[in-house]
């Protein structure tokens, strides 16, 4: 069942098949080639992207740190405020409590 090249191209020293394995071999450079040039343009295109990306990242890092110390001042100040004035405190909690629970439905 097995088919030879001599029965597909009617001899087996034919200058064709020669050609053709030139041409693939070619061929299969010329892809790597262009799968080399592609990666490199890709990475030159990606590089001010990831600069860009690591920039938001320092700057959200910034902020992060930023409303961290200023979180930390509120709840500071709320608590000498509470420590200062306990029942003016209570009464400004039950106060909003009650506006709160007359506001929101049920």
């Known amino acids: 069942m097995a088919v030879a090249i001599k029965d597909i191209v009617g001899t087996t020293d034919t200058p064709d098949l020669g050609d053709v394995m030139r041409d693939i071999a070619s061929l299969k450079q010329d892809l790597a080639n262009l799968t080399r040039s592609l990666s490199k343009e890709a990475s030159a295109q990606l590089a001010p992207a990831r600069e860009a990306l690591g920039q938001f990242g320092d700057e959200a890092a910034k902020l992060g740190e930023t409303l961290n110390a200023q979180g930390s001042r509120a709840v ?31």
Request: glycine share 6%; hydrophobic share 50%; net charge positive.
């Open 76 to 106: 500071k100040a709320v608590a000498n405020q509470v420590e200062e004035r306990p029942l003016t405190s209570l009464l400004i909690a039950f106060a909003i409590g009650f506006i709160g629970s007359r506001l929101l439905p049920r």
